[in-house]
T-cell receptor
Framework: DADVTQTPRNRITKTGKRIMLECSQT?????MYWYRQDPGLGLRLIYY???????NKGEISDGYSVSRQAQAKFSLSLESAIPNQTALYFC?????????????FGQGTRLTVV | EDKVVQSPLSLVVHEGDTVTLNCSYE??????LLWYKQEKKAPTFLFML????IEKKSGRLSSILDKKELFSILNITATQTGDSAVYLCARNHGSSNTGKLIFGQGTTLQVKP
């Protein structure tokens, strides 16, 4: 079983619809992140959370919201999806203990907004 | 500007060739630089570099960081078709241990038989 699990893996939705992408992890990490990947742009940070009560905007948070329901769960919502939110979305976790800042990624959710 | 730039953006080689992928950045105060390999979906971790001039090796892959010249390279020797992937370079955002990463655009490597 994957340590970081994203659902759904693929989703097609219509413009204006609300959609939620879910992420759960079994790594026991406090820190969780949502990134989106677009061709030629690498991964960009949308939101991040250092614990259940801590939510922070990343580089491209407009049009998105998040909820940290528990240490292991971090969901990303698009309140009113638009076509330029078509992308590959990744959830990631990291462990602040020790000196490593390596991020562990889920398998990704490919979202298409039509 | 706070950017990570990778070059080349794409590369096609034949099995057995050696490749060097480049990653340059623009700030001096950060905790570590990381390399990831992305084959189909999830990026998988390759290396974390924190000190300048110390090479990290894993099989046919190696990487080194030059903090004075603000770049890192990833070398792959005796390439195989299984090395075909997107290689991502990322650095930590700032010097603290936030785990936030700033990624380059990625280099797409295709290794032909």
């Amino acid at each position: 079983d994957a340590d970081v699990t994203q659902t759904p893996r693929n989703r097609i939705t219509k413009t204006g619809k609300r959609i939620m992408l879910e992420c759960s992890q079994t790594k026991g990490h406090d820190r969780m992140y949502w990134y989106r990947q677009d061709p030629g742009l690498g991964l960009r940070l949308i939101y991040y959370s250092f614990d259940v009560k801590d939510i922070n905007k990343g580089e491209i948070s407009d049009g998105y919201s998040v909820s940290r329901q528990a240490q292991a769960k971090f969901s990303l919502s698009l309140e009113s999806a638009i076509p330029n939110q078509t992308a590959l979305y990744f959830c990631a976790t990291s462990d602040p203990r020790g000196s490593n800042t390596e991020a562990f990624f889920g398998q990704g959710t490919r979202l298409t907004v039509v | 500007e706070d950017k990570v730039v990778q070059s080349p953006l794409s590369l096609v080689v034949h099995e057995g060739d050696t490749v060097t992928l480049n990653c340059s950045y623009e700030v001096t105060n950060f905790r570590s630089l990381l390399w990831y390999k992305q084959e189909k979906k999830a990026p998988t971790f390759l290396f974390m570099l924190t000190s300048s001039g110390i090479e990290k090796k894993s099989g046919r892959l190696s990487s080194i960081l030059d903090k004075k010249e603000l770049f890192s390279i990833l070398n792959i020797t005796a390439t195989q078709t299984g090395d075909s992937a997107v290689y991502l370079c990322a650095r930590n955002h700032g010097s603290s241990n936030t785990g936030k990463l700033i990624f380059g655009q990625g280099t797409t490597l295709q290794v032909k038989p």
